[in-house]
């Protein structure tokens, strides 16, 4: 199982950015998929998640209505649109399989988002 987080980057207050994940290894198109994020000093926590056939999605409450999770099962890939970036979002981002809760023990090696004017 291997996941490749891309797509982070320094961005400024309000800002946007759209991260990618793309998944090897297991049956991603029969899976479901989810976003987490660390921030430094902190635990990792689950910014939300895609159903298979993104038939459903759920998102913490701290993103709700600014961040968007999609998939492309041709691609075996999600993405993390995120609008209206706060301070409070700089972490690295990683991505696994598993809907509330990741599904596997391995990880990639994230993506690191840093907001800040």
């Known amino acids: 199982v291997q996941f490749v987080e891309s797509g982070g980057g320094l961005v400024q207050p309000g800002g946007s950015l759209r991260l990618s994940c793309t998944a090897t290894g297991f049956n991603f198109v029969g899976s479901d998929m989810s976003w987490y994020r660390q921030a430094p000093g902190k635990e990792r926590e689950l910014v939300g998640g895609?159903?298979?056939?993104?038939?459903?999605?759920n998102y913490a409450d701290p993103v709700y209505g600014r961040f968007t999770i999609s998939r492309d099962d041709a691609k075996d890939t999600i993405y993390l649109e995120m609008n209206s970036l706060k301070i409070e979002d700089t972490a690295v981002y990683f991505c696994?399989?598993?809907?509330?809760?990741?599904?596997?023990?391995?990880w990639g090696r994230g993506t690191r988002v840093i907001v800040s004017s």
């Open positions: 696994n399989a598993g809907y509330w809760r990741p599904q596997f023990d391995s």
């Open positions: 895609i159903s298979r056939l993104s038939e459903g999605r």
